[in-house]
Nanobody, 123 residues
Framework: QVQLMESGGGSAQVGESLRLTCTASGNPEYRESMGWFRQDPGKEREGVAVIDLDGTTRYAKSVQGRFTISQDSAKNTLYLLMNNLKLEDSAMYYC?????????????????WGRGARVTVDS
C-alpha cells in the first residue's frame, strides 16, 4: 500500500505563490507516477499536474506556465509550486500515486490518494 500526506496548503492573495508538499511512503511499486489533482464541492476532480516515472510532466492548460510539479531524487516527496495564483485556483488539492509508468491527467489513472490540502486564493 501507499500512504500520501499533503501539506503546505493555506491562503494566498491573487498573484502570490504557494507550495504544496506530498510526503509518500509505502511500496514504491505503487507510486511509479504521481500527480496533483484539485476539486471543489459539486465539481469533478480535475487533474492539475502529473509526473511520470521517467520525469515527464504534464499540466492542465489552466495552470501551464504557472505551476511546477517536481519530486525529490528518492521520490518520497512530491511538490507543486504554484505561482501567480488566481481566484479560480482555490480548491482542495490532492496528491495521488499510480502503479503505471506513464499517466494522464485523468483521475482514473491513479489508485492511491491523500486526504487533501485546502488552497484559498483571495483578491
Amino acid at each position: 500500500q501507499v500512504q500520501l500526506m499533503e501539506s503546505g496548503g493555506g491562503s494566498a492573495q491573487v498573484g502570490e505563490s504557494l507550495r504544496l508538499t506530498c510526503t509518500a511512503s509505502g511500496n514504491p511499486e505503487y507510486r511509479e507516477s504521481m500527480g496533483w489533482f484539485r476539486q471543489d464541492p459539486g465539481k469533478e476532480r480535475e487533474g492539475v499536474a502529473v509526473i511520470d516515472l521517467d520525469g515527464t510532466t504534464r499540466y492542465a492548460k489552466s495552470v501551464q506556465g504557472r505551476f511546477t510539479i517536481s519530486q525529490d531524487s528518492a521520490k518520497n516527496t512530491l511538490y507543486l509550486l504554484m505561482n501567480n495564483l488566481k481566484l479560480e485556483d482555490s480548491a482542495m488539492y490532492y496528491c495521488a500515486s499510480s502503479t503505471r509508468a506513464s499517466v494522464s491527467l485523468y483521475p482514473s489513472s491513479f489508485g492511491f490518494w491523500g486526504r487533501g490540502a485546502r488552497v484559498t486564493v483571495d483578491s
